[in-house]
C-alpha cells in the first residue's frame, strides 16, 4: 500500500490556505480524499471543523485510527461526490480541497458540478491538478484543463 506524504506538509501550499482562510474568514476546511488523514490533521490545528472523505476502506480504517483523538475532524468513508451531495448547500464560506483522485477514479468533474448545482461560492482549491513526473496524473491534466473549460 502506498503511503503519500500529506499534501499540507508543503508548507507554501500550508500557507496559501491560511491566507485565504484569514482573507475569507473561512472556519470549515473541508477535504474529499483524506487518505491516511494527515492533511485532516494539520488543518485541525487552524479550522474549527475539518470535513473529509475517504472511500477506500483500508484508507479509511486508517484515518479513522490516525484521526480518533481529534474532536474537529469529521470523517467520512464515502466518495467526495456523495460527501458533498450532503453536505450542500452550506450556508459558511468553506475552503474546499478537492484531492480526491485514484488510479481510474477522478472525481473532480461532479466535484465541481456539485458547487455549481447549488450555487455555492467557495474557495476552491484542485490539489495535484498539474503532475508532470506523473503519467496517470498527466493523463488526468488532459481531462481537468477540458472540464474546467468546460464549467
Ligand atoms: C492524493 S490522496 C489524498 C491525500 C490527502 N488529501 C492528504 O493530503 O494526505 C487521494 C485519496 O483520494 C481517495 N479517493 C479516490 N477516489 C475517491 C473518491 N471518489 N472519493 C473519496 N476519496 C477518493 C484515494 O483513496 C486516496 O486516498
Redesign the pocket.
Known amino acids: 500500500m502506498n503511503i503519500?506524504?500529506?499534501?499540507?506538509s508543503d508548507k507554501f501550499l500550508l500557507d496559501e490556505i491560511i491566507k485565504l482562510k484569514n482573507k475569507y474568514d473561512c472556519k470549515i476546511f473541508i477535504?474529499?480524499?483524506?487518505?491516511?488523514?494527515?492533511?485532516?490533521k494539520i488543518a485541525s490545528n487552524f479550522f474549527d471543523r475539518v470535513i473529509t472523505?475517504?472511500?477506500?476502506q483500508p484508507?479509511f480504517e486508517m484515518s479513522k485510527e490516525n484521526l480518533s483523538s481529534i474532536p474537529n475532524v469529521e470523517l467520512h468513508n464515502?466518495?467526495?461526490?456523495g460527501?458533498l451531495e450532503e453536505i450542500f448547500p452550506l450556508k459558511e464560506r468553506v475552503i474546499l480541497?478537492l484531492?480526491?483522485?485514484?488510479a481510474d477514479?477522478f472525481?473532480l468533474l461532479g466535484e465541481l458540478k456539485l458547487c455549481k448545482l447549488n450555487e455555492i461560492k467557495p474557495i476552491i482549491i484542485i490539489?495535484?491538478f498539474y503532475v508532470p513526473d506523473s503519467m496517470v496524473m498527466q493523463n488526468s491534466h488532459t481531462m481537468y484543463i477540458k472540464l474546467v473549460i468546460t464549467i
Request: some cysteine; charged content about 20%; overall charge negative.
Open positions: 503519500c506524504k500529506p499534501a499540507l477535504e474529499t480524499g483524506t487518505h491516511v488523514g494527515g492533511s485532516s472523505c475517504e472511500n477506500y484508507f464515502k466518495s467526495s461526490i460527501l480541497f484531492d480526491a483522485h485514484g477514479d472525481p490539489h495535484d
